[in-house]
């Protein structure tokens, strides 16, 4: 079975660039999270859908995030404008119902120079 | 904030040894789940126990739940070098305490390290 996939797995950006980072969850699964991950403030849920409906934005640090499901299949995080303090492993997870576990890709690390 | 918080942040043990790591919760909880994350890749779940079970078991792990003192313990046991990583606890709060919806809360993670 295919996880869940993610893409870049590494980006290396100046600040100001607009960054997007992809995911692709696993087939099935109705529930998608975006993590950030550091070594400070360790993994932080930044957004959730169920139904491809965002359900819990709260964790998004400023309106420089945001984030889309226009499907079930796929999901995107952009960050526009880019600063070095957005540098982290951003992670996406799918599950397939309220109380399963979640599946987590291999993450995006991102580095904004 | 953080929900689960995890004790020791870090241990070291010889293989063959057992690891236990114990997490402490906040609220309510619906479940409790323990994943690994090894160096540079994702989290991968474990196992996960319900507010109503007191104890699982999965090869050689074995996790217990005292929903009254609010914790959660991790063992592993005849440890193996393949089992460095850290390890999280993750807590789904309980719909019905007001907590608000099925997501995970994580705590900062114990860093083990098993030396052969």
């Known amino acids: 079975d295919a996880g869940v996939i993610q893409s870049p797995r590494h980006e290396v950006t100046e600040m100001g660039q607009e960054v997007t980072l992809r995911c692709k969850p696993i087939?099935?699964?109705?529930?998608l999270f975006w993590y950030r991950q550091t070594m400070m403030r360790g993994l932080e849920l930044l957004i959730y859908?169920?139904?491809?409906?965002?359900?819990?934005d709260s964790g998004m640090p400023e309106d420089r995030f945001s984030a889309k499901m226009p499907n079930a299949s796929f999901s995107t995080l952009k960050i526009q404008p880019s600063e070095p303090r957005d540098s982290a492993v951003y992670f996406c997870?799918?599950?397939?119902?309220?109380?399963?576990?979640?599946?987590f890709g291999d993450g995006t690390r991102l580095s904004i120079l | 904030s953080q929900q689960g918080e995890e004790d020791p942040q870090a241990l070291s043990i010889q293989e063959g040894e057992n690891a236990t790591m114990n997490c402490s919760y906040k609220?309510?909880?619906?479940?409790l789940q323990w994943y690994r994350q090894n160096s540079g890749r994702g989290l991968v779940h474990l196992i996960l126990?319900?507010?109503?079970?007191r104890e699982k078991h999965s090869g050689r792990l074995r996790v217990t739940l005292d929903t009254s003192k609010k914790s959660s313990s991790l063992l592993i046991t005849a440890s193996r070098a393949a089992d460095t990583a850290s390890y999280f606890c993750?807590?789904?709060?309980?719909?019905?305490?007001?907590?608000?919806?099925?997501?995970?809360?994580f705590g900062k993670g114990t860093k083990l390290s098993v030396i052969p």
């Open positions: 993750a807590t789904v709060a309980d719909p019905y305490s007001g907590a608000g919806s099925y997501q995970l809360t």
């Open positions: 126990i319900r507010s109503n079970e």
């Open positions: 859908f169920n139904n491809n409906v965002p359900i819990d």
């Open positions: 087939s099935g699964h109705n529930s």
């Open positions: 997870a799918s599950r397939r119902g309220l109380d399963q576990p979640q599946h």
């Open positions: 609220t309510s909880i619906n479940n």
